[in-house]
């Protein structure tokens, strides 16, 4: 039996631009998902995840990978969380050389799903890790990040960027541009504060309108181009250590987010609420549409406000995680 774990991710700067080559820094955050395999003597999948939270329901199910759960909700997110089990499953064998391996897997995740913090991407690194090594044949955290991000390009339907998994895989403050993919050095504290409204976005479906949008309209795709220039100077801002620049760089994306109709009621309202108690800064991460807010506040006040907003349903502090994918004992 062998567990892994690997952690969730805040964007800081830059997602839906990643997906037309600008470049986004995702940061990893300590909160996990935890994968545990067992070798089983036959060729099934058997997986058990529990409290696994789809779209706010709280649903416990087992049973055979191809034997959807009987849950009482949208039977598209349970084929995807089932997908990326398979996928990362049949990565492992195919790394191990080993195809008609059978595991018993189990999941727990302390991170939302479909809530922008990268909860896919942490379980499929994780599961990934825990097979490789049950087959006695680990694989480096990079080839974790590439075999995960070709289990959620084809779960996506290609429309995934690499900032999710690789983030997960290696840990830190990271950025993405394209194929290219690396950890960020010394990056100062960042104190991050994220509000969650419970819900969920469908990032098909928002990735989808951001397409449109830019293709309708140039000001769009000049949008995306500000969203990119905005990383740039992210990633100075973090070079010099200036957090304060860092989150008012962060409330300048939210904003070209908002313009290219990814936010939502909810998430203004968290942002709103984090920037009256005087937070760094404040943006939505990840597909947007529902699920959470990140803000910068070294004090308790933004965390305090969001708990008080009318649609937060959870606000928390989450640490940079500085570990990727790791064992655990
Ligand atoms: O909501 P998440 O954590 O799956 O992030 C989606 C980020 C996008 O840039 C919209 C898409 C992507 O794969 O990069």
Redesign the pocket.
Known sequence: MTTSSAPGKV?LFG??A??YGEP?VPCAIQRRARVTVAARSDERVRVEAQELTLDGFAVTWGGDADDRPDVDVPAALVDAAMGYVEGAIEQAREAAGEPGAGFDVTIESEIPL?A???S?AAVVVAAIDAATRELGAPIEPEAVADRAYRVEHDV?DG???R??TFCSAVGGAVRVQGEDCRRLGDVPNLPFVVGYDGGS?D?GA??AGVRARKEAYDFAADTIAAIGDVVRRGEQALEGGDVEEVGRLMDFNHGLLSALGVSARSLDAMVWAARDADALGAKLT??GGG?CVVALDPTEQSRTALKYTPGCEDAFRAELDTEGVRVEE
Request: aromatic share 4%; glycine share 24%.
């Open positions: 964007y997602e839906h990643v997906v986004a479909g922008g913090l990268g896919s996506q429309e995934a960027s900032a999710d976005g990032t928002l990735v990840g597909a699920g």
